[in-house]
């Protein structure tokens, strides 16, 4: 793995890929993708370069709770064809499990991913058929740098101009991925939100950063902010804050769009908060959906709930009633369980990990989010490992979701990625993610291993 970003090699994989895709003419593509808003936003780009195209595709929603050995057995036909392909997009890095697969296919498989390798993977036999694009090994951050909605758009783009139509499908995976307002975004990912944006594709924004209601009125703006989540107002009762919004003379029921540079200025001094900072708007939606962070949210929500109505809602103009109902308990809970964290203590804490068994306190489809948050607003200590789930009945496996703070990353080098490998290589398990982010299903026997050997693999 490369520490410095190359991009000239990383262009060389995508065209490569690009061109392979445009010489041989395929009459059926399935499409494979993850199930959160970047996997979703990436089905959707590669839906649209299809229907331009005249090609027939199917798609699957793999959510990474079985191996691509089970899960690609019901997909793969006895009857191999050359004129069918696959593409993986947001997915695909597990490529141990995948290339033997792969090896024994005719078929063409193009995976478009930004998550990292497994770290003891090399690419000495890769098959002739696979057309690997993946940016990480080219020394690019998978969330800093570029999402896979992002790689998805740049591919379709490529061969078919047009789809810059649907480029602003690409923001909702930026948004939902990358956890910072647009100002902060970096290399490709920065380079599309400008040429979007040049387009008028997406509106840029600036002014009070409250991501997780910034379609609300500043009292619920402080209430369930998210990102950030701010101590002394997040998950707190209305009367409190809107005590304080009186105080200091500001409407509670002002829109957060519409504060003033003044009131703007006055919250943050006196609420001892930084939340200033680029926002997208999508000019196509209204409500809810016309905010990107939030818009990426609720697919994230509603993958977990209702994987059809994710699918769809992206393509809708307004929010639905049932969809509305939804995000709203889910941002009011989470705000609630960030409260809740910032003041318990670890189930399980060594020199270098804490555990938060959360079982019963938090829904687990809520567990990697509120582990996400907790890592970016710094809710536990940053120069430690974060594993936060519990027991999931319904598998009867130990679901975590593990995090590292930026801070981690920049003293320790190593990320969540590769204890995931090492965690897999000695205990098993299914998982993977990113250096800041990641997760693992593990046996009973092995998550209580786990909590004795963690410092081992961190």
């Not at 929010?319 to 809970?333: G, H, L, P």
């Not at 319904?394 to 703070?405: A, E, H, P, V």
Request: proline share 3%.
């Amino acid at each position: 793995m490369t520490t410095t970003a190359d991009r000239s090699k990383f262009l060389g994989d995508f065209h490569n890929a690009v061109d392979e895709f445009i010489d041989n003419s395929y009459t059926r593509v399935l499409i494979i993708s993850h199930n959160d808003a970047d996997g979703l936003s990436s089905l959707h780009i590669i839906q649209n370069l299809l229907y331009k195209l005249n090609i027939d595709y199917d798609y699957f929603i793999y959510n990474r709770s079985v191996s691509w050995e089970n899960f690609l057995a019901g997909i793969l036909s006895k009857r191999q064809s050359v004129k069918t392909a696959f593409i993986f997009t947001d997915l695909g890095s597990n490529l141990a499990e995948l290339i033997p697969i792969i090896n024994a296919r005719k078929e063409h498989f193009y995976i478009l991913d930004h998550h990292e390798i497994d770290a003891n993977f090399t690419f000495d036999e890769m098959p002739e058929n696979l057309f690997f694009v993946n940016p990480t090994i080219h020394g690019f951050d998978g969330l800093e740098h570029i999402s896979g909605s992002t790689l998805a758009y740049m591919f379709a783009k490529q061969i078919k101009p047009s789809v810059i139509k649907q480029g602003w499908l690409a923001i909702l995976g930026i948004a939902g991925d990358s956890l910072k307002s647009m100002d902060k975004l970096q290399s490709f990912n920065r380079e599309i939100y400008e040429e979007l944006q040049n387009e008028e594709l997406i509106e840029d924004k600036k002014g009070l950063t409250l991501f997780g209601s910034m379609h609300e009125n500043i009292k619920n703006g402080l209430k369930y902010s998210i990102l950030p989540f701010i101590i002394g107002f997040g998950g707190e009762p209305d009367q409190h804050i809107t005590s304080f919004l009186n105080s200091i003379k500001i409407d509670p029921k002002s829109k957060v769009i519409s504060l003033t540079a003044n009131e703007i200025k006055t919250i943050q001094q006196k609420a001892n908060i930084d939340c200033y900072g680029h926002y997208a708007l999508l000019p196509q939606k209204s409500g809810l959906l016309k905010h990107a962070f939030e818009h990426a949210l609720l697919l994230n929500i509603l993958c977990f709930k209702n994987i059809s109505a994710a699918i769809s809602i992206i393509q809708l103009k307004k929010i639905t009633r049932y969809a509305k109902d939804i995000y709203f308990d889910y941002i009011s809970n989470l705000a609630v369980n960030l409260k809740t964290l910032s003041n318990e203590t670890p189930t399980y804490e060594t020199g270098k990990a804490i555990f938060m068994e959360v079982g019963g306190k938090i829904p687990p489809s809520n567990w990697s989010d509120t582990a996400s948050f907790s890592a970016v607003n710094h809710l536990f200590n940053t120069s430690k490992i974060l594993f936060l789930g519990g027991l999931e009945i319904k598998s009867g496996t130990f679901k975590l979701s593990i995090r590292c703070s930026r801070e981690y990353i920049q003293e320790k080098g190593n990320g969540v990625n590769t204890i995931i490998s090492a965690i897999k290589k000695e205990l098993g398990g299914v998982g993977g993610g990113h250096k800041l982010a990641g997760g693992i299903r593990l046996s009973k026997p092995s998550y209580e291993r786990l909590k004795t050997l963690v410092d081992a693999f961190i």
